[in-house]
C-alpha cells in the first residue's frame, strides 16, 4: 500500500486500472471540466516504483507536488526531480512520464487541460530498464 | 507572522499590498498565465484575521486548501468553513470572500481563471461586524 497518514493532503483515493500505469497509482478526483474550469484536477499517489505511461498532453498539464520524491522526464531529457512543492508546467505534445522514485511514494496535484475533449494521449510503458536508469542518477 | 514550518507545502511568499485585504496576507505566485494555462496559479497565506475583500471573479475561481482554518462566504450565504484538503469552486460573478478564522492561519492554492484580460474584480472589505458574526457562528 502507499504510504498515507493523517498528514497527507488528500486521501489516496481509487486504485488507476487503466492499463497507463506500472505499478500502483491512486487518482482522487478533486474537480471535474465544467463551463469555467476547462480542465480537471485530481490527486495521483504513487506508490514506490510507479509511475505513468510516457504520455502526451494535447494542451499540456501542470503537476503540483504534495508530498514523497519522484521525477518527471520529457524524451530524451535528463529527469528532473520531484518534491514537496515542486511545480511543473507540462507543454502541450510533449512525451513524458512521471512517477514515484523506487525508494518512496509520490503524491501530486495534476491539471490537465482539454483542447477540445482530449486531455492526454497514452504511449508505451516506461521499461524497467529506463525507470532504473533515472533512479541510479538521482539518488535522494 | 503567520505560521510557517518545514510543513508547509509552499513558502509564504510576499506580502500583498494591493489593499484588497484586511490584516496580513501573503502570495507566492506558482504559475503565470501561458498559452496553454488560461489561469495563474498562486498560494496564498492569511494571518489569523486576514481575509480578502469582498469581490468577484468573472471566469471564476477553485481553492484548494492546504493548511489551517478559515472561511469561504458568499454574499446572503452562511459561511462555509475550510481546512486542509477542502476545495471549493467559486462561480463566476458571485460576490464573496475568503480568509483565515480569527484562531487560526489558513493557507490554500488559487486556480483562477481569466474572461479575456479580467480575472477579478475587487469591491469593498469585510467589515469586523460582517467577520465577527462567521467566525461566533463556526467556532473549531
Avoid: C
Avoid at 107 to 120: D, P, Q, R, S, V
Wanted: aromatic content about 10%; hydrophobic content about 30%.
Amino acid at each position: 500500500m502507499a504510504q498515507e497518514n493523517n498528514n497527507s493532503l488528500f486521501p489516496k483515493g481509487e486504485k488507476l486500472t487503466n492499463g497507463y500505469f506500472t505499478g500502483d497509482a491512486f487518482l482522487k478526483t478533486l474537480l471535474t471540466k465544467d463551463k469555467n474550469n476547462d480542465f480537471v484536477i485530481g490527486s495521483v499517489t504513487f506508490e514506490p516504483e510507479a509511475r505513468t505511461n510516457w504520455h502526451t498532453h494535447p494542451k499540456g498539464q501542470v503537476l503540483i507536488v504534495t508530498e514523497g520524491y519522484g521525477f518527471y522526464q520529457e524524451k530524451g531529457k535528463p529527469a528532473q526531480t520531484l518534491k514537496k512543492g515542486s511545480v511543473i508546467n507540462i507543454p502541450e505534445n510533449t512525451e513524458h512520464w512521471h512517477g514515484a522514485s523506487a525508494g518512496s511514494h509520490l503524491a501530486h496535484i495534476a491539471i490537465t487541460n482539454f483542447l477540445g475533449e482530449e486531455n492526454a494521449v497514452w504511449l508505451q510503458p516506461v521499461t524497467d530498464s529506463e525507470y532504473n536508469e533515472v533512479n541510479k542518477n538521482n539518488k535522494l
